[in-house]
């Protein structure tokens, strides 16, 4: 009997307590879809099956032999353009990303954060952040570039130099006797 009392109370509990959590649940996905609305989330979504397009569009541009193709090749690169671009717009999709960008969002952000993260982005200076961040983003390739180009002869410089000492010191590679040939294996008369 006591037993039937527990589960009636861990029932009643739970009959409580779950509604309240399906409430807060909703309410945090409501704001995380209004925040995904404000950050223009589906406008980047856009941009980035653009520039996906546009990766394989240079791609197939860049492939050896692209400049020389007879009129059958051409039809067959033309016809792998559509069929792989067709493939970019039907899976990147807002609509099929939303759904994901939902949960990622909960799981990271708590309602508090997200609370934050709306008044920020709602505020001008969120929205001059979003609109000037590509701007931004394009200005911190270039930095990234700029060191890149700087680096790389360095590490050239480095990558020959190791290779020199490890060739100098790597172990003298045994002599192997040469093999006898056909004629020396023969007896001699």
């Known amino acids: 009997m006591k037993r039937l009392h527990c589960w009636a109370a ?10 309240g959590a399906r409430a ?6 409501a704001k995380v879809q209004q925040l995904l609305t404000v950050m223009r989330t589906e406008r980047s979504a856009a941009q980035m099956k653009d520039s996906v397009s546009a990766q394989i569009q240079r791609m197939i541009q860049g492939m050896p032999g692209m400049n020389n193709l007879t009129a059958e090749q051409k039809r067959i690169a033309d016809d792998f353009q559509k069929r792989a671009l067709g493939a970019v717009a039907e899976t990147i999709t807002w609509k099929s990303m939303e759904p994901d960008y939902e949960k990622a969002y909960s799981s990271v952000f708590t309602e508090a954060e997200i609370d934050g993260l709306l008044a920020f982005y709602k505020s001008p200076t969120g929205q001059a952040l979003l609109t000037k961040g590509q701007d931004l ?6 930095i ?6 700087i680096l790389q002869p360095r590490l050239k410089a480095m990558n020959d130099d190791f290779a020199r000492q490890m060739m100098a010191a790597a172990p003298p590679r045994p002599t192997t006797p040469a093999k006898p040939s056909a004629a020396s294996k023969a007896p001699a008369k």
């Open 10 to 19: 861990v029932l009643a509990v739970a009959a409580v307590v779950a509604p």
């Open 24 to 29: 807060d649940d909703a309410s945090k996905a």
């Open 137 to 142: 983003g394009g200005k911190e390739i270039q």
């Open 144 to 149: 990234g570039q700029a060191r890149m180009a």
